[in-house]
């Protein structure tokens, strides 16, 4: 019998929790489910600061964040709120609209107009999966464990029995927050 532990990352947009597993090969039988005594509800959000830029008119690449001002560590999902006489207000998120790398923000679509209105928040969610605070009781008798591979969710664990045997058809997979390890009939 193995034991499957699950990794645990963390969405930086959105505090999400993701439980990843994998199987030594496709057509490991899932034997057992390993309930979680206590779970973890999400990630502690920081909300750090908000601040406005000057972004000067015409269109930019990109902006300078003052040097009295706070950097923001990159990758860890700032939002930035942007207006001008050509855009309309729109919210960027890091990494998709725009980068970050020590003090200079550089846009993906350069910043076009004037009279520009530019807010950045730097509200992140702590990625560190070992910060995460498992405080959430967890009930055998009231319980369902699932398990997501290839777009299917599964039912591992409902209301005290093992609901399936599974036969995994992909090495890899996603479990929710209830399930701690998986066990195969692989040695």
Known sequence: MALIIPVTTI???TGAIVNTITVDTAHDLITGVGLRRHMCAGAYRYNDFTLSLTVADGSQATATIPAGDPTPITGKGATMTIESSTVAATTLIEGVGFTISGKTITFTTPYLGTGKVTTITYDYYDTNAANLVYDTPVYASNTMGTMTMGGVD?????????????????????????????FTDKN
């Open 11 to 13: 969405n930086p947009q």
């Open 154 to 182: 599964i039912i591992l664990w409902n209301e005290g029995i093992l609901a399936q045997s599974v036969h995994c058809w992909l090495t890899t997979a996603t479990v929710n927050g209830v399930i701690s390890a998986l």
